[in-house]
């Protein structure tokens, strides 16, 4: 059983260009949240998905997108890139209504 | 101020040493508790859930006092393969939903 998966796992970007970073989840999850992880920091919590929608936000700018497709994989996207925005990106996924949420390896996005 | 809060360290300690992560958390309606262990450069991987009770994990020690909003680990015998970074981690409920909020991290240095 795979666990969750992050693609691709290193990526450098040049400012003011888009990003699309994919997370598959877990077999058997339905719910998948997304995390910025600045170095020397713990994850920022961006967003959740569920049932393809949007369910909150946390502090990021509408720069900050996504979306989760039927088969429950989901997608962040990125524009206009800063260089602030170098970090680990991280997914989570878990089961709706269950707090246990396990995390993929990460994406590492380089804004140079 | 920041919804969890840890000491970052590091902690250096010397193997078989007993060692204490403290944190604290704002938000009194934060519904559970989780200790993360962090490798460098890798995903969180949750290391054990906090009790009001306590709960030990062979060498792994955890507590919630809620009425002082704090959480703690104690981690007993200290091996080298020990050394990464703890998050404290907490759920809050918005909109119908948990989501998890990250302490800084706590770094642990063990050495021969």
């Known amino acids: 059983d795979a666990g969750v998966t992050q693609s691709p796992t290193h990526l450098i970007k040049t400012r003011g260009q888009q990003v699309t970073l994919r997370c598959s989840p877990k077999s058997g999850h339905d719910t998948v949240s997304w995390y910025q992880q600045a170095l020397g920091q713990g994850p920022q919590f961006i967003f959740q998905y569920y049932e393809e929608e949007e369910r909150q936000r946390g502090n990021f700018p509408d720069r900050f997108s996504g979306h989760q497709f039927p088969n429950y994989s989901s997608e962040l996207n990125v524009n206009a890139l800063l260089l602030g925005d170098s970090a680990l990106y991280l997914c989570a996924s878990s089961v709706e209504g269950n707090t246990e949420a396990f995390f993929g390896q990460g994406t590492r996005l380089t804004v140079v | 101020r920041k919804e969890v809060e840890q000491d970052p360290g590091p902690f250096n300690v010397p193997e078989g040493a007993t060692v204490a992560f403290n944190c604290t958390y704002s938000n009194s309606a934060s519904q559970s508790f989780f200790w993360y262990r962090q490798d460098c450069r890798k995903e969180p991987k949750l290391l054990m859930s906090v009790y009001s009770s306590g709960n030990e994990d062979g060498r792994f020690t955890a507590q919630l006092n809620r009425a002082s909003q704090y959480i703690s680990l104690l981690i007993r015998d200290s091996k080298l393969s020990d050394s990464a970074t703890y998050l404290c981690?907490?759920?809050?409920?918005?909109?119908?939903?948990?989501?998890?909020?990250f302490g800084t991290g706590t770094r642990l240095l063990v050495s021969p």
């Open positions: 981690v907490v759920t809050t409920r918005g909109g119908g939903f948990q989501k998890l909020v």
